[in-house]
């Protein structure tokens, strides 16, 4: 089985940094794209960043400029560099991945389990 799992999330003061880390494990073949949402309380999640396993990136209009999406493929792990961050970036962060598991030809989607980023002075 395949699991995501995640860390970096935390309280910090507008301005201020934060990485998040998301780790896949398991019966991995390959993993096509990875990325991450979020989701503040009322509102929709929306997707935040993306990358392929290529490396082709793409980035919500509210965080480009800000956010960096980046990936180990040899460790399966992918990351969000989050700089000069404002109290609107407040929300609950997922990872997910495309992935295809060992013994298939078909891939499917997972998500991590979710952590709470939190920007308040």
């Known amino acids: 089985q395949v699991q995501l799992v995640e860390s970096g999330g935390g309280l910090v003061q507008p301005g201020g940094s934060l990485r998040l880390s998301c780790a896949a494990s398991?019966?991995?073949?390959?993993?096509?794209?990875m990325g991450w949402y979020r989701q503040a309380p009322g509102k929709q999640r929306e997707l935040v960043a993306s990358?392929?396993?290529?490396?082709?990136?793409s980035y919500a209009d509210s965080v480009k400029g800000r956010f960096t999406i980046s990936s180990d493929n040899a460790k399966n792990t992918v990351y969000l560099q989050m700089n000069r961050m404002e109290p609107e970036d407040t929300a609950v962060y997922y990872c997910?991945?495309?992935?295809?598991?060992?013994?298939?030809?078909?891939?499917?989607?997972?998500w991590g389990q979710g952590t709470q980023v939190t920007v308040s002075s």
């Open positions: 997910n991945a495309n992935i295809r598991p060992r013994g298939t030809w078909r891939s499917d989607n997972y």
């Open positions: 398991g019966s991995i073949f390959s993993i096509n794209a």
């Open positions: 990358i392929t396993s290529g490396g082709s990136t």
